[in-house]
């Protein structure tokens, strides 16, 4: 099985989120059904098979949230050596040529993406193009309105 990268606040998320399906989640759903059996016939009980299909949920996100977690490679960005470059976990600002706007992003895994944090995947069109280039490379990403141009202001591992 390939390693997956992910950041190490990406980690203690996943793992926060399988701590509450484990603790929280799969004991409420078992009460679920537990209180639906007990009203008798279940072939016509919509509580039961709403319970059932919530359980189904609950016990598949657990095994991929664990199956995650047993391929992730984690990296603190702050313990990366990439003398400037950009790599897995940096935080990059960037000027686009084109209007002159400034953005930050950082490059995390495809769990952790979330773009209006400034949290970008590695395997998005941006992020492919910001890899292995330096502080005043520009970027060309390819995007659905034609080419666009960034300049790498500043690289940092936070």
């Known amino acids: 099985m390939s390693t997956i990268p992910i950041t190490r606040r990406g980690a ?10 484990k ?3 799969r004991p409420w759903v078992i009460n679920a059904i537990a209180e639906a059996r007990a009203q008798g016939d279940l072939s016509e009980n919509a509580e039961y098979e709403a319970a059932k299909d919530r359980q189904g949920f609950i016990e598949g996100r657990i095994q991929e949230i664990e199956g995650k977690l047993s391929a992730a490679q984690i ?6 050596e990439a003398n400037g470059r950009v790599v897995f976990g940096s935080t ?3 000027e686009d040529q084109a209007t002159g706007g400034a953005l ?12 209006k944090q400034g949290l970008i995947n590695i395997g998005s069109p941006i ?8 502080e005043g490379d520009t970027a060309e990403v390819q995007a659905p309105g034609g080419v666009r141009r960034y300049e790498i202001v500043k690289v940092q591992y936070l």
């Open 127 to 134: 992020a492919r193009a910001l890899i292995g280039k330096e």
């Open 75 to 80: 990296i603190d960005p702050a313990a990366v």
């Open 12 to 21: 203690e998320k996943l793992k926060a989120e399988l701590h509450k399906l």
């Open 23 to 25: 603790t929280v989640d």
């Open 104 to 115: 930050k992003y950082q490059i995390v895994g495809e769990d952790e993406a979330d773009l």
């Open 92 to 94: 990059v600002e960037l």
